[in-house]
């Protein structure tokens, strides 16, 4: 028995000095050519979030892959877990990672860049990726000489986008209806002026449209019957829309204090502040923006492709529809710009070779192929990675498998995804936090200018940015740092 | 006080200790309300679907009464509850058998045996009580990664195996009042210590140990925070972790299944706690008067 | 000190069986040492491993930065602590978990004023149901945290139970003092019951011949208990005192589970679990945050029993 003990705490002794030292790597000489056959027993073990309907659908297609490939060899065991715990348990495995698992954009640089993930570049042809959208492929690229992301010389392939998510503006237009009866307004010109998904609505005709539909008549912030215009306002939309961004292009030097970063931030505290029509920060934080709109406690809100399921999970009583981002009209340089999201099916660099081309031969499946495309669209999942599908068959429906499902106007996702041209003010970025070493500034930075009373009116954007130029800064030369 | 109730009161005494009464039983029932009300918020909670639960206005009744959310936790792989309670009955046992053992084989020795600096050892042991768990959570976390024992129970399980130090404490006391005679016949038949403690202490202090045992239990039974760290896969994980799992701070949309899985995790406890509810009370009489 | 007047005690007990003077160490009696000292063993291990050492480690790893992804410590001197106070990101989480926890720590002395005045009722009154009372009001203490966290926090919602009953119009899961006059409202209640059976043991173990002696004194009920009980049961006070103060600087799940994290309500565990498990990658922070809550912990405590025997009644 003493032995045992000793055993044990030897053990401990043990494990913790090796802490410091031991950090394995994978076989990284023979790379499986994606033709070459897979011809010893692999497992591969799948690591995903969804809630539950997305986790059942992905088992189907898993299993799907399996039978399709009928290769005995491949084993993958998927596993699902929900998005609030997944970063946590992927990061408390990171010394035992699946070979196949999800890796959110605004993580992707501090694992890629701590030799997680494994170059995959071999492992997929220049034909298989060109009928993607280029910009959900180019983000998992990443050049490890010169620390930098996005395609460039010497940059190589770390994962495959699962998705592009952009979030837009929705309404329920149940109660939008109610409203516009309600007050009496023209139900045609405001349908024509303001909700036409083709064209965007600057921030003045928003404000107006908001005001209109939703009065405060003693002012004491609380509309006449506490329903709200919006239950929250992303921060990054509107920041975007006015051409403004945290930092530069490599993320080196702040721009929070650029007049139109401040004004875009005034902007969504204004909407509380002055209009009454947003709900107060107080309120968004003890029930979400999305629960209130479920709930019919406002008529606007933020919402990307995936929340369909829930939405059509539900037994919502309205209707909904999705539009652009509203825009600053008064900046030349601005247009609606949303913040669109993306997730990588990223192989873990301990993977074998032999593994990683079972890997990936899945990841393409899932990523590529038309069916299972398909599949994640009819359970209102994301939008097609295929540019041709996303733009004619999930836009018109033409395989009728949306039919009397909200939202109708989806080419607005498809506009935002697919970015601006001449006669389009449509598009959309992926969110800051992706060119950033590390994801927690930005709530520091939510944190700090909900603290110094952004919300409440105690400070004005102009004071808050001011004062937290010097701290932001000096936090991206931090991550900088640790990035080289 | 004792008197009262012999001796015959004026009319005007009398009435006011009825008012006296009457005051107290309406302030005890008063706050036996606060106390009734959270459990019933839970079980009305748990027979609501998500959007009911979340409603912008305030809804006593479901507006339909479902049982999806207690169907749910059967059925779904994501928050099998039956699992979880299995796990928890598993470091239940394993952790309450050893580490019972091990505690009062250990009290045996500081209050019978000729234990060199025993006050030291004892002082020694119970330093680690003022240790707060979280200055103990990286390293250990770290460890029973290497070791591969992260999702597992075992980093739950093996701490215990060692002992409990407060259940070593208490019986300590509770040693000591037990006179020598009892070993001593043993010990001139020749039997050893150990023989001693467990054919002969162990049955003398039974009642004690059990005392310590219940509260231990219940210890283990609501401990969220080592479980909540350290189990990461649905299956694995115990009671109080899949319950965290489906914190509807988090996540609104869990709350009803969230009051579900409140519920089913309650009624073993409530069912101990009832049924031996007047050890409970003792116990614990005992154990705050003395400690 | 209490706990080291009763472990003297113990060691002043009586051993068995060998009654030889202390002088001669015989063979017997070795080996009956050698015994006694295998018998504690395990809890020793135990303590060696997950506490001696743990909390070594603990204070190592709070001098260096690591990096869970690429697995590399390196030496980072006094910068975590320094972290701690300075750092214009990191300081204030910190300052504001210090300030929730102490904040949080009222419920202590609320749950015992109510326990004690509970308690003072039941006697007063020579409860018939007291048994009844006891079981009921001792019933949160037994449930889990995780589930009452999750019923309060329904309860709290502006449009909740809480609200409704009361026609008050509050949002008490703001961010500011009212999520944190919530917390200390559900602890005081749920910690009222434990106190109230404690006070209630005390006040019986008080023998009535003194109640007796100071009515023929004159002495009011009121006063009987100020000049008698309060000062008689003072160890059940300290006793829920400390472990009351013990426990509360260690509160996690009110910040968790029933705030979900909402800086109005994060604490000092909290704010450690963040730092150093969720996913911020920064375990020498958290470390050094462990450490100067031990160290916290410890002072608190040692203080607490060197001024106990000021106010605590000794037999």
């Known amino acids: 028995m003493i032995k045992r003990f000793v055993g044990a705490i030897l053990a401990c002794v043990l494990a913790v000095t090796c802490v410091a030292a031991c950090s394995g790597r994978g076989d990284e000489g023979n790379v499986v050519k994606p033709e070459d056959p897979i011809d010893e027993p692999v497992t591969i073990n799948f690591w995903g979030w969804g809630d539950l309907a997305e986790q059942e659908n992905y088992q189907t297609l898993v299993n799907q892959f399996m039978a399709e490939e009928g290769n005995e060899n491949i084993t993958v065991l998927y596993r699902g877990m929900s998005s609030s715990t997944y970063m946590t348990t992927l990061r408390a495995s990171a010394r035992n990672l699946p070979e196949l698992f999800y890796m959110p954009d605004y993580d992707f640089l501090e694992w890629v860049s701590s030799g997680l993930l494994k170059d995959v570049s071999a492992y997929v042809t220049e034909e298989e990726l060109s009928q993607l959208w280029p910009q959900a492929v180019d983000e998992y690229y990443y050049n490890a000489g010169t620390a930098t992301l996005g395609q460039s010389e010497g940059a190589s392939l770390y994962g495959l986008p699962k998705d592009l998510g952009p979030f837009t503006l929705v309404y329920n237009k149940t109660l939008l209806d109610r409203k516009i009866e309600e007050k009496g307004l023209d139900a045609e010109e405001i349908y024509a002026t303001y909700l036409n998904p083709e064209v965007p609505m600057t921030w003045d005709q928003f404000r107006t449209l908001l005001k209109s539909l939703v009065t405060d008549k003693n002012n004491d912030g609380t509309p006449d019957d506490s329903i709200y215009g919006i239950s929250h306002y992303e921060i990054e939309t509107a920041v975007y829309s006015n051409n403004a961004n945290f930092f530069n292009e490599d993320a080196s030097e702040q721009r929070i204090t650029d007049p139109n970063f401040i004004e875009a931030l005034q902007f969504v505290a204004d909407l509380t502040l002055e209009d009454h029509v947003m709900v107060p920060a107080a309120l968004q934080s003890e029930t979400d923006g999305f629960t209130r709109f479920l709930n019919s406690g406002c008529i606007f809100s933020f919402m990307g492709p995936w929340d369909c399921a829930q939405f059509w999970g539900f037994d919502i009583a309205f209707e909904s529809n999705i539009l652009p981002v509203p825009y600053n009209g008064d900046n030349p340089d601005a247009m609606s710009t949303a913040w669109v999201g993306s997730m990588g099916y990223c192989v873990s660099a301990k993977a074998s070779s032999m593994q990683t081309a079972a890997a990936m031969r899945l990841a393409k499946y899932l990523c590529t192929n038309e069916d299972a495309q398909r599949k994640f669209y009819e359970l209102g999942q994301q939008v097609p990675n295929i540019v041709s599908m996303a733009k004619d068959e999930y836009v018109n429906d033409t395989q009728g498998l949306l039919e009397g499902k909200d939202p109708v106007d989806r080419s607005v996702w498809v506009d935002t995804i697919d970015g601006f041209s001449e006669d389009d003010k449509i598009g959309g970025k992926v969110r800051p936090r992706y060119y950033t070493y590390s994801s927690g500034w930005y709530d520091d930075f939510l944190m700090y200018i909900d603290d110094q009373g952004l919300w409440t009116g105690v400070k004005t954007a102009e004071q808050i940015c001011n004062a937290y130029e010097s701290t932001f800064q000096s936090t991206l030369d931090e991550m900088i740092a640790n990035l080289g | ?291 | 000190m209490q706990s080291v007047e009763l472990c003297d005690r113990a060691a002043g007990a009586e051993s068995l069986p060998s009654r030889e003077p202390k002088k001669k160490v015989s063979k017997q009696e070795r080996r009956e040492q050698l015994i006694a000292f295998l018998f504690i063993l395990p809890p020793i291990i135990g303590f060696l491993i997950f506490t001696a050492l743990s909390v070594i480690f603990t204070v190592i790893y709070s001098f260096q930065d690591y990096n869970s992804l690429s697995n590399i410590s390196t030496f980072a001197g006094l910068d975590n602590y320094l972290e701690l106070f300075t750092s214009p990101t990191r300081g204030p989480l910190f300052r504001k978990a210090v300030v929730n926890t102490i904040v949080l720590l009222l419920s202590v002395p609320f749950s015992m004023i109510l326990g004690l005045a509970l308690a003072g009722l039941l006697r007063l009154g020579e409860v018939k149901g007291s048994k009844f009372f006891q079981v009921l009001y001792y019933l949160p203490s037994v449930s889990s945290a995780v589930a009452l966290n999750i019923v309060w926090n329904y309860i709290f919602r502006s449009n909740g139970l809480f609200n409704t009953v009361f026609g008050l119009d509050v949002i008490w899961l703001d961010e500011g003092a009212t999520i944190k006059a919530a917390i200390i409202f559900k602890n005081s209640l749920n910690a009222m019951g434990g106190a109230m059976i404690l006070y209630l043991a005390g006040m019986l173990n008080v023998s009535s011949e003194l109640y007796e002696a100071s009515s023929l004194d004159g002495a009011g009920k009121l006063r009987q208990f100020f000049s008698i009980t309060l000062p008689l049961i003072s160890p059940v006070t300290f006793y829920l005192l400390i472990t009351g103060l013990i426990g509360g600087l260690q509160s996690y799940a009110d910040s968790q589970v029933f705030a979900g994290g909402n800086s109005g309500a994060t604490t000092i565990v909290y704010f450690i679990w963040q730092q150093g498990i969720q996913g911020n990658n920064n375990q020498g922070l958290a470390s050094a945050a462990s450490v100067l809550l031990a160290v916290f912990i410890m002072i608190v405590t040692l203080i607490q029993f060197k001024v106990s025997n000021k106010w605590v009644y000794e037999e």
């Open chain 2, 1 to 291: 006080m004792e008197r009262t109730k012999h001796i015959s009161m004026p009319f005007g005494q009398r009435i006011r200790g009825i008012l006296l009464r009457v005051f107290i039983y309406a302030v005890l029932i008063f706050g036996s309300l606060f106390l009734v009300m959270p459990y019933v918020w839970m079980l009305l909670g748990s027979f609501k679907d998500a959007l009911d639960a979340n409603a912008l206005e305030f809804r006593f009744l479901p507006q339909e009464w479902i049982i999806t959310n207690y169907t749910d936790l059967f059925t779904s792989p994501n928050f099998p509850i039956f699992s979880a309670f299995l796990n928890t009955v598993i470091v239940e046992v394993s952790v309450i058998v050893v580490g019972t053992f091990v505690s009062a084989m250990a009290a045996f020795s500081f209050a019978k045996l000729k234990l060199p600096h025993r006050t030291f050892w004892l002082l020694f042991l119970m330093s680690g009580m003022m240790v707060p768990y979280a200055a103990l959570m990286l390293p250990q976390f770290r460890v029973f990664q290497e070791l591969g024992m992260f999702d597992t129970l075992w980093p739950l399980i093996l701490p215990g195996f060692f002992g409990n130090v407060s259940m070593i404490f208490f019986l300590v006391q509770y040693m000591r009042g037990i006179p020598n005679a009892y070993f001593e016949a043993a010990r001139i038949d020749g039997a050893g210590h150990f023989v001693c403690f467990v054919k002969i202490m162990f049955p003398l202090v039974k009642t004690a140990v059990a005392a310590q045992v219940i509260f231990w239990f219940i210890g283990i039974w609501n401990d969220y925070f080592a479980p909540s760290i350290y189990l990461i896969t649905p299956s694995h994980m115990t009671l109080q972790a899949l319950l965290g799992s489906l914190n509807p701070s988090m996540n609104r949309q869990y709350l009803p299944m969230a009051l579900a899985g409140a519920v089913l995790s309650s009624i073993p406890m409530l069912i101990i706690y009832l049924s031996c509810q007047k050890f409970f009370i003792e116990s614990l009489a005992i154990g705050g008067v003395k400690g």
